[in-house]
């Protein structure tokens, strides 16, 4: 067996039956990346299997198109191994189950893109789908009454992602189907998110939480990454450039949300997940400093307090002195200043510095480091720790 790593699941809906008698339930399609060097490009385990023709769509479909994503971001190719499970559905029709169709084609893309960049999808939301072309469209699929039914069955779900409603989508339904549909969509639970999609772009942004996306752009490198504009309507670039758009802003906003909760513990891992990012590219990120210390020093004191009083461990600011140079003082005197909740000043100024004594060797990270501490007003550092006058 192939060493396995990565891998990404998402929950979609499964119909069994016909008719009256159908019955929906929802199932988990996981996709594990296998190592670089294993072949197939996709393998099939579990109970649940994919018939002859869904298993050559999603080999010859939607790996490729997974992979091309990857490729823009900067990310290498993945083989999958992929699997259905739902052990409910599996021991009510005995053991073995074969689905047939392309309504799995959603969870079996988002579960792959999952696995292939660290981008966690959450439980509560159940997708279906077909995705009909190489660029990315999503269609209609049949018994969409039947699986928001059984998205709704299940108590952790609360958001369904499905197909909007267009006329090349309808085209394939039945008689009376999308009569059917309205009125499914009309009656669903109010607990319910019903979410319609057009696209794989839609279909990703709707389970695809901005935290998520942020921390799988840190672990695999797509953070900030420059992808190219053919200037084509080629919704898999389009795709590629929404995940690798935002970078720092879109980090900023997420790490916000953790400092106003106030979730500390979040917040830390969150900056080292950031940090660690940029030592392994072995580079100094520019400017972040200044970006976290004004983030910080906005935050009013009672959620300051919260907070732990060190947001980065001395070993991850260390790492970072050492890809630093002397252009960098002033931000890393910043960044220490932020993840220590200390104060500068007033927000946005720059530190000012001894302009007879030489900027510390970049190459010394603990001599650095002291150096950046002396730096720091010691009476501004008394200030920051007395609660202001609100």
Known sequence: MSELSQSGDVKTVLVFGQGESSVAVTATVTARVVSEHAAPALAVAGPVKLDDQLQTHVRDTLVPMCNRVCALLGVGPSAFEVSVSNVGAASSLDTGVTIGGYSADAGVFVAMLSASLAIPVGHTV???????????????????????????????????????????????????????????????????????????????????????????????????????????????????????????????????????????????????????????????????????YRLVNALPYHLRSRLPSVLLPPAACRALAQLASDGDFADYQHLLAAVTLKSLGPAGTAPTRDANRPPPAAADADGLLEAILAEIDPDRLALADVPPAW
């Open 126 to 292: 159940a997708v279906t789908g077909h995705i009909a072309s190489a660029s990315g469209e999503v269609r209609m699929v049949r018994d969409i009454p039947a699986k928001l039914a059984g998205a709704a069955a299940d108590a952790s779900v609360i958001s369904f992602v499905y197909p909007a409603e267009d006329d090349a989508s309808m085209a394939v339904l039945q008689p009376g189907e999308a009569d059917r549909i309205e009125s499914a969509l009309r009656a669903a639970p109010s607990r319910i998110r019903l979410v319609p999609v057009r696209d794989i772009l839609e279909l990703v942004q709707s389970v695809l939480p901005e935290e998520a996306v942020a921390l799988g752009g840190f672990r695999t490198g797509f953070h900030d990454h420059a992808v190219p504009d053919s200037g084509e309507p080629d919704g898999l670039a389009r795709l590629a450039r929404h995940l690798a758009s935002g970078g720092d802003a879109r980090a900023l906003h997420v790490l916000e949300r953790f400092l106003v909760t106030p979730d500390g513990d979040a917040a830390s891992q969150f900056i080292a997940e950031w940090v660690a990012h940029y030592v392994h590219r072995q580079c100094y990120p520019s400017g972040l400093g200044g970006k976290l």
